[in-house]
């Protein structure tokens, strides 16, 4: 499940935010104390299956950036990323076995044994 999409821009990803990933975003901007800070994904060469995802906060807003709103939670895929993101979900895991964000990316063929990077 995915909090409702309530952005009114003309560029949009098809990235979604689970609830759990939300809600831990806005905690972690709220430890930061800024109100200017956005959710940006993107994708670059490295790794060893070919591309690494990024993930971290970002104030500016570049030429290009397509943006979704998730219940206050701002996330921005630049161009050049959306099309490797296209369909794939942000979540946040908290068990023994794993802490951290989670990218379930439809577009990858193959990843690691790490999970951080794709082809």
């Known amino acids: ?20 990933a939300a809600e831990k975003v806005k905690s972690l901007l709220d430890q930061e104390g800024r109100d200017d800070l ?11 299956s070919g591309l690494i995802y990024q993930l971290y906060f970002d104030e500016r807003t570049l030429d290009g950036d397509a943006t979704r709103d998730f ?10 990323s959306a099309p490797y993101l296209e369909g794939a979900a942000i979540d946040f895991a908290d068990t ?24």
Do not use: Y
């Open 1 to 20: 499940m995915t909090v409702q999409d309530t952005t009114t821009s003309e560029a949009t990803h098809g990235v979604t935010l689970t609830p759990v």
């Open 38 to 48: 956005r959710l940006r994904i993107g994708v670059q060469p490295g790794g060893c």
């Open 71 to 80: 219940g206050g939670v701002e996330v921005v895929v630049d161009r050049m």
């Open 96 to 119: 023994i076995e794993k802490q951290g964000f989670t990218i379930d990316n439809p577009n990858a063929g193959s990843s690691c044994a790490c999970g951080d990077s794709f082809s």
